[in-house]
């Protein structure tokens, strides 16, 4: 997938990859700029958003019954997608379909499948050149009362500001009062230092969010609402 396309790029580039194909290669990823004559002038891919589409493949995540949370997060992933590149907010989505990323990773030496697919995204985000990583997750819990959405985020200030837009714009759409909060224990909060937030869109386990979660037209209004929590926090931060 990217890493191997990336892996295909730098072996071109390695044979002796003209200088006008490179450009070419760089407007492809959106990043081209104009030749120098000191080198060939390469780069890796860029992109405004990635968005991490949480589990997938052997890691169903929560689940209610047939429904699982996999496939739920790549339903609105797709739509994300969708909706900022029209809105001119380039991104891309670190999966397509219903595959582990653990299955990509041929570099961490642990037998931990869990560890695997947690260090495979966090690797995308040092492979391909972005500002902000937006990973889409719902949230499961004993008790079925609780429901609406939670944004968790770093330290940092970027962080914390992308996660009050995302959670403000959510609050709007599912009719919710939650604040964000810090993700300290969570990996991918911890390891990538893009701006990253971890986005829980609703519980699963409670019926109100499970029946908004499994309806597409309803997918879409979530959507739209973390895309309007990312343009807002792009006005407010350039």
């Known amino acids: ?19 006008a194909s ?11 700029e104009s030749p120098r004559d000191d080198d060939q002038n390469w780069a890796l891919p860029h992109t405004t958003v990635i968005i991490d589409v949480g589990h997938g493949g052997i890691d169903g995540g929560a689940s209610h ?25 380039p991104a891309i989505m670190n999966r397509t379909d219903d595959y582990a990323l653990s299955d990509d990773n041929r570099w961490h030496l642990s037998k931990s499948r869990h560890r695997k697919d947690l260090s495979q995204r966090r690797q995308l985000t040092e492979e391909i050149e972005s500002e902000l ?5 719902v949230n499961a819990a004993k008790n079925k009362s ?23 714009a959510l609050n709007r759409q599912q ?6 909060k810090p ?3 969570f990996y991918l909060l911890r390891r990538v230092e893009q701006p990253s937030v971890i986005v829980e869109m609703g519980f699963i386990t409670n019926v109100e969010d499970r029946t908004m979660l499994s309806d597409s037209r309803r997918q879409l209004d979530i959507a739209k609402a973390i895309a309007s929590g990312i343009r807002q926090y792009k006005w407010i931060n350039h």
């Open 22 to 32: 490179s450009v070419q290669a760089d407007r492809i990823a959106g990043t081209a």
């Open 133 to 137: 990583l937006v990973s889409l997750h």
């Open 65 to 89: 019954g047939d429904l699982l949370e996999k496939d739920i997060n790549l339903a609105i992933a797709g739509k994300l997608y969708v909706l900022l590149s029209s809105q001119g907010i």
């Open 1 to 19: 997938m990217f890493q191997k396309w990336i892996l295909c790029c730098i072996c071109m580039c390695v044979l002796g990859l003209t200088a």
């Open 175 to 180: 009719s919710t009062t939650a604040l964000p």
């Open 183 to 185: 993700g300290n224990p």
């Open 146 to 168: 609780r429901r609406g959405p939670l944004v968790l985020h770093q330290e940092s200030g970027e962080s914390a500001l992308l996660a009050f837009c995302i959670q403000d």
